[in-house]
């Protein structure tokens, strides 16, 4: 079974670098703009050996890395050599955006994560792939809408990665539950049944250290009691006693207050958190990735492997949440390249299903695909765990605000993740720690930085 890590470690963002990225968007003199589209005689949508003998240099963190074996079938089809380059995710961003305000491009194909839609696209360092892409590839794959700025694509994503609730209903129906909570008020009197019945003491995770990934559970369950983070001017949409933001504040604050959530949780990140559900010790993530299944059944510390482990929606305020978080990463090129052409056949030939299959069955990989009809074929394959529904669930995905996420995105979230932290130990009250986000917000806004 194929074991990937459940989620990567966001970028912090240096800021000098981040000073660099701004004065070059400010000022639109930051290299080729994404206008720029293919030369005469490209034909979106083909795989064929008219760029043969060209060779593209590909940026990516190591579980986007397609195996040698891949490589090499696509060479064959195509005669382009490709060159692939791994790195950590904090070191492949900083080497973009370096690269970038240098005047050179990174790379003919590179990682885009989500978080950097505004900041890349602000800087017009990407081709629009709108245009060297056929439009049956971008609406077919889920989450490209996250990708998009000012009507361009800047990238298509490679994984599904999204928000749901991950529950072991062994555990839960020893504690005489029997369906996966829908509601918080379900997920914390299971929690109390868990202590009791099952002997958990803890039973509920989340992180709440002051990191992206204790950030990203708030997004989701503000949008499950029907709210909004950010809308789509990048202004805060979650203030007031009485939002959904405040409300998901709340309900986090009584997990841990009733110590559903281990004391400890403030210093745990959201790979720590995996691993206490991986080792039995809890039984409820209320947000977590599709990609935790092959981790249950397959990684090596999994204590849980013959476990009944379902991934269901994330619970809200009154019912399961209908809109779900994408918090995905994808590919594309930088407008620099001078390989754009061949470079789009890559991307093409990525986003076709036994690329995407590759790409979630190896083992160094294991990426839930995010292409329609390699989801479908997995699940026909019976090769994808807990498939019919991921399946399901991700015709909810959207993205976590209302727009792009901002260029301020990285200060934004370790305030987030500050606010759970002060609010869950009780250092504030929920309406003082929403108010002082919502003005933290405003300023991060009025500044750009």
Not at 74 to 97: A, E, M, P, S, Y
Not at 234 to 255: I, M, Y
Not at 292 to 310: F, P, T
Request: glycine share 10%; charged share 15%.
């Amino acid at each position: 079974m194929p074991v990937r890590r459940q989620l990567r470690p966001r970028y912090v963002a240096v800021a000098a670098l981040g000073l660099v990225l701004l004065v070059l968007a400010a000022c639109g003199s930051s290299g080729s703009s994404t206008s720029a589209g293919p030369a005469k005689g490209f034909k979106p949508g083909v795989l064929d050996k008219q760029y043969s003998g060209t060779t593209i240099e590909v940026l990516v963190p190591s579980w986007a890395a397609q195996p040698k074996a891949s490589i090499a079938a696509f060479t064959r089809v195509t005669g382009i050599k490709v060159h692939q380059q791994t790195l950590d995710f904090n070191t492949l961003h900083d080497k973009i955006v370096t690269s970038e305000a240098a005047g050179n491009s990174p790379a003919d194909v590179t990682e885009v994560d989500w978080t950097w839609v505004s900041q890349f696209g602000k800087a017009r360092w990407y081709a629009d792939l709108g245009k060297f892409l056929p439009g049956s590839t971008i609406s077919t794959d889920v989450g490209s809408p996250i990708f998009q700025l000012d009507g361009k694509q800047l990238a298509v994503p490679y994984n599904l990665d999204f928000r749901g609730m991950v529950v072991d209903m062994t555990v839960l129906k020893k504690a005489g539950i029997t369906s996966a909570p829908t509601t918080w008020q379900q997920v914390i009197t299971a929690g109390q049944a868990l202590r009791s019945k099952a002997g958990l003491a803890n039973p509920i995770a989340l992180p709440l250290s002051i990191t992206e990934g204790s950030a990203t559970p708030w997004y989701a369950l503000t949008k499950a009691a029907g709210g909004q983070v950010l809308d789509k001017d990048q202004n805060p949409a979650f203030g007031g006693s009485g939002s959904a933001g405040a409300d998901a504040l709340t309900f986090v604050k009584s997990l841990y207050g009733d110590k559903l959530l281990a004391p400890g949780s403030v210093n745990l990140s959201d790979q720590d958190v995996t691993n206490e559900f991986l080792s039995g010790q809890a039984a409820i993530i209320p947000s977590a990735s599709p990609g935790l299944l092959s981790a249950a059944k397959g990684a090596d510390n999994s204590k849980i492997a013959d476990h009944d482990v379902q991934f269901v929606s994330v619970p809200g305020k009154t019912a399961a949440a209908s809109n779900l978080v994408g918090l995905q990463e994808g590919l594309g090129i930088p407008a620099r390249s001078k390989h754009r052409e061949a470079a789009a056949e890559f991307v093409y030939w990525w986003q076709q299903t036994k690329a995407q299959v590759t790409s979630y069955t190896d083992p160094n990989m294991g990426n839930v695909p995010s292409q329609k009809d390699a989801l479908a074929a997995l699940v026909g394959q019976n090769k994808l765990l807990g498939g019919a529904a991921i399946v399901r669930l991700s015709k909810e995905v959207g993205p976590a605000f209302s727009g792009p996420a901002p260029t301020w995105y990285s200060q934004f979230s370790t305030d987030v993740a500050s606010m759970l932290q002060s609010v869950a130990e009780g250092h504030r009250s929920a309406a003082a720690g929403i108010k002082q986000l919502e003005q933290q917000t405003k300023s991060l806004k009025a500044s750009g930085k």
